[in-house]
């Protein structure tokens, strides 16, 4: 935990891929814009984390970790082949998501991992991945469209941290792109949130002494409206900071 007051600071994965810009066309950090915004809105400070290596010493000075979505894991991490269908796969940025992951559970950081960053999650506590859902659902309802979001409702576990967070009301609509999705469940995860076609959309760390926030999403919530999850996350970053001591006045 930093050594300060104020608003938490949030560090969020970001990745590396050839990009091009005016005149310019070279590899460069990227991370779509709204998971920043999002943080920000939510009462955090967003800090960005590159795939390098020794990243993960960076978390000693923040408060909590957004793990974000994007391409593929190596699938040798969960013990399988890759598959047809299998792709953009970037060992930097698996290494530094791993390393950064077992930093703020060493740390007990509140983490929120969203899309490939549950995947992550799941990978790195023993689970594994359906690696092309369509094969597995029957269907594309899960990316629906090239370079864009679909939606669908979820069902979530009453009672869970997740219902807690989203509040009681009907399952939301839940913005999607995603080809992969967890298969098996790592270790002290539970599921709490899964489309109609059974689909996980959602899990929680349930292992005592292990972290005080360990929440997951396979949908976008940095592509909609609903603020929860950022401002939990953020919620719970700002509890381990210090609490401001009251100056007392000066004698005249």
């Known amino acids: 935990m930093a050594d300060r007051m104020g608003?938490?600071?949030i560090g969020i994965s970001v990745y590396c891929e050839q990009a091009r810009w005016?005149?310019?066309?070279?590899e460069a950090l990227v991370l779509p814009r709204r998971y920043a915004d999002r943080v920000a809105a939510a009462g955090g400070i967003p800090v960005l984390l590159p795939p390098v290596p020794g990243i993960e010493d960076a978390l000693g000075g923040l408060d909590g970790l957004?793990?974000?979505?994007g391409g593929d894991i190596d699938p040798a991490r969960?013990?399988?082949e890759p598959g047809p269908?299998?792709?953009n796969v970037r060992e930097d940025r698996d290494s530094a998501e791993f390393a950064l992951l077992e930093a703020a559970m060493e740390l007990r950081l509140p983490v929120l991992g969203i899309c490939r960053g549950m995947q992550v999650i799941n990978v790195a506590r023993g689970g594994t991945l359906h690696?092309?859902?369509p094969d597995v659902v029957g269907h594309d309802g899960h990316a629906p469209v090239p370079g864009a979001f679909g939606d669908h409702p979820v069902r979530v576990a009453p009672g869970s941290r997740l219902s807690r967070i989203l509040g009681e009301a009907a399952p939301p609509q839940t913005p999607t792109h995603h080809h992969q999705a967890v298969d098996e469940l790592g270790a002290g995860l539970t599921a709490t949130a899964w489309a109609e076609d059974g689909t996980v959309e959602a899990f929680e760390l349930d292992a005592p002494g292990e972290g005080p926030f360990i929440v997951a999403v396979q949908w976008h919530p940095e592509a909609g409206d609903d603020l929860s999850l950022f401002r939990a996350l953020v919620a719970a970053a700002r509890d381990r900071l210090?609490?401001?001591r009251l100056t007392p006045p000066i004698p005249a």
């Open 7 to 9: 608003a938490p600071l």
């Open 22 to 26: 005016r005149v310019w066309e070279m």
């Open 66 to 69: 957004l793990l974000s979505g």
């Open 78 to 80: 969960y013990g399988a």
């Open 85 to 87: 269908e299998t792709g």
């Open 131 to 133: 690696q092309h859902l």
């Open 242 to 244: 210090p609490t401001p």
